[in-house]
């Protein structure tokens, strides 16, 4: 079974709007880390936010905020007032305390167009 | 500042021939890690190292070796037994398991067979 799953491909959205893009995980271990990277074309891996499974409080970072629901596995970012520098690609990652190596296991990513 | 460093950013290798990724992290990270990423594609795990002259198969580990004789360094070298080796090949380094957040990327190297 897929560790992470993002169901959307690709994704429009108007410049200055919000949107969502998803992330629903599967994991046994009670303490892992939900990331959120964006890939530009350069191919560099950008750290967005962080979401430990014990913070209490949905992770936000300036215009990102993690919509976190543990009890559902869900870990949706949320990206307000688009512009046009966020197309891109998106991924989600998991990171787990009891996972040997504890390497970050990605999803298939979003790639997400803003249209101005 | 500290950080990691891959080199080159992009490579040409001729069919057949073995070719070495650089990857060194100035952070005193004791875990690295090889990824490899197609087009459109997401991450998947080469090889891992958690330690000094130890390291583990990832999920695509064939057709690749790797070395860790140093803490700094976790060098890549893809063989002529990797049938499709034209890809991007992303390297990263955490401290440990204490802190799941601690995870970091270097640039990244492009490599084509030609």
């Known amino acids: 079974a897929q560790k992470i799953t993002q169901t959307q491909p690709g994704m429009f959205v108007q410049e200055k709007e919000a949107v969502t893009l998803d992330c629903t995980y599967d994991?046994?271990?009670?303490?892992?880390?939900l990331f959120w990277y964006k890939q530009p074309s350069s191919g560099e891996m950008i750290f967005l936010i962080y979401?430990?499974?014990?913070?209490?409080q949905n992770a936000t970072e300036g215009r990102y905020s993690l919509n976190f629901q543990k009890a559902r596995k869900s870990a949706n970012l949320v990206i307000s007032a688009s512009q046009l520098g966020d197309s891109a690609m998106y991924f989600c990652?998991?990171?787990?305390?009891?996972?040997?190596?504890?390497?970050?296991?990605f999803g298939g990513g979003t790639r997400l167009m803003v249209k101005p | 500042d500290g950080g990691i460093t891959q080199s080159p950013k992009y490579l040409f290798r001729k069919e057949g021939q073995n070719v070495t990724l650089s990857c060194e992290q100035n952070?005193?990270?004791?875990?690295m890690y090889w990824y490899r990423q197609d087009p459109g594609q997401g991450l998947r795990l080469i090889y891992y190292s958690q330690i000094v002259n130890d390291f583990q198969k990832g999920d695509i580990a064939e057709g690749y070796s790797v070395s860790r004789e140093k803490k700094e360094s976790f060098p890549l070298t893809v063989t002529s037994a990797q049938k499709n080796p034209t890809a991007f090949y992303l390297c990263?380094?955490?401290?440990?398991?204490?802190?799941?957040?601690?995870?970091?990327f270097g640039s990244g190297t492009r490599l084509t067979v030609v």
């Open positions: 990652a998991m990171r787990e305390v009891n996972n040997a190596g504890n390497m970050l296991t």
């Open positions: 979401q430990g499974s014990y913070d209490q």
């Open positions: 952070l005193n990270h004791d875990a």
């Open positions: 994991t046994s271990d009670p303490s892992y880390g």
């Open positions: 990263a380094s955490s401290s440990g398991s204490a802190n799941l957040r601690d995870y970091t």
